[in-house]
T-cell receptor, first 112, second 121 residues
Framework: DQQVKQNSPSLSVQEGRISILNCDYTNSMFDYFLWYKKYPAEGPTFLISISSIKDKNEDGRFTVFLNKSAKHLSLHIVPSQPGDSAVYFCAASIQGAQKLVFGQGTRLTINP | DAGVIQSPRHEVTEMGQEVTLRCKPISGHDYLFWYRQTMMRGLELLIYFNNNVPIDDSGMPEDRFSAKMPNASFSTLKIQPSEPRDSAVYFC???????????????????FGNGTRLTVT
């Protein structure tokens, strides 16, 4: 049972344009969400997070949006750069619990 | 900060052999996690520890898998006997609990090692 789903295995975007990665979850108990970025042969690294008391969190070129009613979150990267090419994982947890449930990942390719 | 250190980086073994994966968490982190990454299932949590005590091992696929954390700076994940379907990348991660101002506590992000790529032939 996939509690966190990333339905797009891959995404290709032109350099300078906006990249939008999507994630859906089914467990209504989740109240803390994170995005991780992974380069080949490396472990995932933390990118940005959002608590369910907010609907938006921004950090530089990265913005995460949360729609609790739709159980949906998205990561916006603008402008996209070649170094953003990586696999992006969405993750969710219940605040106060350290256990993270991950999606399957979306491979983002930024084309020059 | 050396980060989470995993060894070996690559392991190739024959079916039926015992495999031991090792992890050194970041100093001061009191949570340690073992994840497995496969194409089919993505990143799935196998087990996690808090203060060296196993808290949730519900993700451990079978009795062939076992994990230990004898002290705060070392953990092992053992597969005995190994099977071809165990082939995957195994990640170790560590974290600590942050305390936000006001009520409640917040989770610090997990810090991952670079993983061990296991191939069982």
């Amino acid at each position: 049972d996939q509690q966190v789903k990333q339905n797009s295995p891959s995404l290709s975007v032109q350099e300078g344009r906006i990249s939008i990665l999507n994630c859906d979850y089914t467990n209504s108990m989740f109240d803390y969400f994170l995005w991780y970025k992974k380069y080949p042969a490396e472990g995932p690294t933390f990118l940005i997070s959002i608590s369910s008391i907010k609907d938006k969190n921004e950090d530089g070129r990265f913005t995460v949006f949360l729609n609790k009613s739709a159980k949906h979150l998205s990561l916006h990267i603008v402008p996209s750069q070649p170094g953003d090419s990586a696999v992006y994982f969405c993750a969710a947890s219940i605040q106060g619990a350290q256990k993270l449930v991950f999606g399957q990942g979306t491979r983002l390719t930024i084309n020059p | 900060d050396a980060g989470v250190i995993q060894s070996p980086r690559h392991e190739v073994t024959e079916m039926g052999q015992e495999v031991t994966l090792r992890c050194k968490p970041i100093s001061g982190h009191d949570y340690l996690f073992w994840y497995r990454q496969t194409m089919m299932r993505g990143l799935e949590l196998l087990i996690y520890f808090n203060n060296n005590v196993p808290i949730d091992d519900s993700g451990m696929p079978e009795d062939r898998f076992s994990a230990k954390m004898p002290n705060a700076s070392f953990s092992t994940l053992k597969i005995q006997p190994s099977e071809p379907r165990d082939s995957a990348v195994y990640f170790c991660a560590s974290s600590h609990r942050d305390r936000a101002s006001g009520s409640g506590s917040y989770n610090s992000p997990l810090h991952f090692g670079n993983g061990t790529r296991l191939t069982v032939t």
